[in-house]
């Protein structure tokens, strides 16, 4: 197996010297005691992914960014482990290697008109039976097509109860990784999901870094138990190097409200990969856990990333993490960083045993997140007390936000305050700002009230209106069209008060969990369409809206950010600047692998600088004109990771009032502007 490389060095030698009619034959016929069949027909070896098949083997060789070798030898024989042999630089990473995934299924409560589910928990079997299914592969044939610098192997086909569908791998020149997809559809209705995606073969060491940050090195046995992880990677190593599965940073997360590490990482005698937890989590089994959405007659797509390093699991992890800039957001120059709606409860618990503000910004300051807009009392609290308390709990509030705020972080006291708007909603003013939010009989629209100073007493939707106006507040919808916004804000677009400009809009989140869709957070972007054909302009602010905070939570996995275009962090007294960004819908929202640097219209040309980690899949160009919204999706299969380029692409629609960018890479990482006029 060592000698696979040069081996492969003496077989493209010959194969440049074959008739170019042979190398694009447009099927390759083996004989059945041989292996699959295996069509060429759409391969070119310019990708710079080198493919031959030999007997009953493929064989597979291309190189990392920094030139070390990679290649792989794939089995077309249908009872052998599919992954023959595994290398790095010409050394053995892993022999006789078998991925495997595991299904789980339930069934999706259903809720007439509703579209969007996320309170739902199918692991109860409440709405239906629960099932597990290992998937098979019956090999029966492969073929082998390329894109720019790309090149993907299809083995078909793949069962796996109601699914059925191919084992993919694409391969990525100058990227030291495969990625595999379980790429299953259904024609099932109201099925909900969760995959274990597993390397199965005999291992000699097994590492991973824990929620201590001390790595961990086992000699596997027993069957597979689930460990928690750092960065979302557990590794194979032997003295040859390391072998190490990861998911897709975001997108293998489906929505919950708690971002805490419930061990999505397994690891036992023959077997080690990622798994996840139906219950949602020891400690947390009682929360809504909605698995991922299946829809009648679409692909999902169960990715999981193998890697291929010559280094030691330390240094292999390193690399790994230079994916997702270390699980931080990269500082951009003239941008801060603002994330919004966390339900930490840090008022309530400022002056206990167990204060809960100093963690939350050691871990967001960490992850250089300069300003965050929280969204207190929300279930905690009294925000429907009419009197002292209510009042005193918002100054403990504006109180802690100075507190906790410095030259490079900035708290942003704020509420999901679910009063006189539909649905809920979240409130942010410029400063602080004291409001009661239930009716007072007699109370006047203001007072000034010692030691608070002015105090304002909303009765009704129009009040708070005029109150959002008056102190030149903001208000938005949070999580639009799903959760307790059912319905929002399509309910009340026709009113003044949202067609008002203090009315931003709404919010983004990779919500609800369907891995059909190559971009995340489709719910909020076909939102961002309508509301701009809707008539005025609006926006949509990234949300993370979860629970709680503490250095063991995988938070990276469900966060986004919004990159602002301010020249610098506002100051704790009047954080005005950042509402005045907002409004100009100057910024951008990312998961954080993908930066818009600029996108602007030049000579009836989008012009967009975009710098990205993992390679990018496709961009996507959305123009309207007021009464229909046109998409254009454009592939970029040329981009090699860690890229930054400059595009131009026509606008399209010639009577467009506005555009938008999207640009998302191949894992679903991605960012979006918001609509320019």
């Known amino acids: 197996m060592a000698r696979l490389i040069s081996r492969w060095t003496h077989a493209m030698r010959t194969l440049k010297r074959l008739p170019v009619l042979l190398i694009f034959s447009s099927v390759i016929w083996v004989p059945a005691s041989q292996g699959a069949e295996v069509d060429f027909s759409k391969y070119d070896p310019a990708c710079g992914v080198a493919l031959r098949q030999e007997g009953g ?136 999901y969760i995959y274990d995606a597993v390397l199965d073969g005999k291992f000699k060491t097994l590492a991973w870094k824990d929620l201590q940050d001390q790595f961990v090195r086992v000699t596997p046995t027993g069957a597979a138990q689930p460990v928690a992880v750092r960065n979302r990677t557990i590794m194979s190593e032997n003295e040859n190097g390391t072998l190490a599965v990861f998911p897709a940073p975001h997108a293998f997360f489906f929505p919950r409200d708690y971002s805490i590490n419930f061990k999505f990482a397994q690891a036992g005698e023959g077997r080690f990969g990622l798994r996840q937890d139906p219950a949602g989590g020891e400690g947390h089994e009682g929360q809504y856990v909605p698995w991922f959405d299946a829809p009648e007659g679409k692909v999902q797509r169960m990715s999981m990333f193998i890697y291929l390093s010559r280094q030691r699991a330390e240094g292999t992890l390193e690399e790994i993490k230079r994916y997702t800039h270390g699980d931080k957001f990269k500082p951009l120059e003239g941008c801060v960083t603002l994330a919004s709606h966390m339900h930490s409860q840090l008022t309530v618990h400022e002056n206990t045993s167990h204060p809960r503000a100093p963690d939350f910004k050691k871990v967001f300051k960490g992850m250089n997140v300069q300003a965050f807009q929280l969204a207190e009392f929300h279930g905690d609290g009294h925000p429907r007390d009419p009197g002292l308390v209510r009042l005193n709990e918002l100054k403990g509030m504006f109180e802690l936000c100075r507190k906790y705020s410095d030259e490079h972080f900035l708290l942003l006291p704020s509420e999901e305050a679910n009063a006189y708007f539909p649905g809920h909603t979240v409130l942010l003013f410029p400063k602080p700002v004291y409001l009661t939010l239930v009716p007072i009989k007699g109370a006047p629209f203001s007072e000034d009230l010692a030691p608070y100073g002015t105090v304002y007493h909303p009765q009704d939707s129009e009040d708070l209106a005029r109150l959002l106006k008056q102190e030149s507040g903001l208000g938005w919808t949070s999580h639009p069209r799903i959760k307790g916004s059912e319905g929002c804000p399509d309910s009340y677009k026709d009113t003044d008060w949202y067609k008002d400009p203090l009315w931003l809009g709404a919010t983004w989140k990779a919500m609800p969990g369907d891995l059909s869709e190559p971009r995340l957070g489709v719910r909020s972007l076909d939102l961002l369409d309508d509301m701009n054909t809707w008539g005025q302009r609006k926006v949509i602010l990234g949300e993370v809206d979860c629970f709680t905070i503490d250095e063991t939570h995988e938070i990276y996995g469900h966060m986004n950010v919004n990159y602002l275009h301010l020249a610098k962090l506002p100051g704790p007294d009047n954080w005005s600047p950042i509402l005045d960004a907002l409004r100009r819908g100057d910024s951008f929202v990312t998961t954080g692998e993908v930066l818009i640097h600029s996108c602007r219209l030049e000579n009836g040309k989008v012009r967009a600088d975009v710098e990205w980690t993992l390679p990018l899949g496709q961009a996507e160009l959305v123009t309207g004109d007021g009464k229909r919204v046109q998409r254009k999706t454009l592939p970029l299969p040329d981009t090699k990771e860690f890229g930054r380029q400059t595009f131009e692409w026509p606008l399209g629609q010639e009577k467009a009032q506005w555009f938008r960018l999207e640009v998302w890479d191949i894992a679903y990482d991605g960012a979006f502007t918001q609509p320019k006029y």
Do not use: M
Request: with cysteine; hydrophobic share 45%.
């Open 57 to 192: 083997r493929l064989l597979a060789q291309w190189q990392a960014a920094d030139g070390t070798p990679c290649a792989v030898e794939f089995s077309l024989k249908p009872n052998a482990p599919l992954l023959q042999s595994l290398e790095a630089g010409g050394k053995v990473l892993a022999t006789q290697v078998q991925p495997v995934y595991l299904v789980t299924t339930g069934a999706r409560v259903q809720r007439p008109g509703v579209k969007y589910i996320f309170f739902d928990k199918p692991s109860t079997e409440k709405n239906g039976p629960v099932k597990h299914f290992t998937v098979t592969l019956d090999l029966k044939s492969v073929r082998v097509e390329s894109a720019g610098k790309r090149a993907t192997i299809t083995f078909s086909r793949l069962a796996a109860g109601p699914f059925a569908g191919e084992l993919v791998f694409h391969l990525y020149a100058g990227s030291a990784f495969l990625q595999v997809e379980a790429a299953l559809g259904l024609n099932e209705k109201g099925v909900a």
